[in-house]
């Protein structure tokens, strides 16, 4: 009987994991079709890179997050898409959660700007914005 729940357990837990992988692709693919220039500038946010490789060591807060990355948009308007934060000791955003979290908030929303928080305690802000 523990073999068929530990079985039964580790079968939920991998089916979660890819229902969790689709949609974080569906959001990808919404946001590049409706909002494509928003989605580059979260591509290029959370593809934080040194001497051209990718470093996967953003932290929040950090100068980088607060500054984030600016593009321009399809009507000429700045793009930002930050991590604004107060986080006490500084909390680790690893790329593919850094992806999935904006991703999220651009497919869902009706412009492609949207925030929200998150972290141990809410204490990230993670933002697109029109500057």
Partial sequence: MKTF?????????????LVSAATDYENAVKCGKRFPKVSQ???KFCSKQKDGKLTNDLVVPSE???KGVH???LKGKKILVNILGDCAPAQWVPYNW???????LCA?????YNW????????????ISER
């Fill in 71 to 73: 593009t321009i948009g």
């Fill in 64 to 66: 980088y997050a607060k």
């Fill in 5 to 17: 729940t530990a079985f039964l357990t580790l079968a939920i837990l991998a089916f979660t994991a």
């Fill in 41 to 43: 500038a979260i591509e």
């Fill in 98 to 104: 850094c992806n999935a979290q904006f991703y999220d």
């Fill in 108 to 112: 869902n929303s009706v412009t492609g």
């Fill in 116 to 127: 929200r928080r998150h972290g141990k305690d809410d204490c990230q802000w993670f933002g």
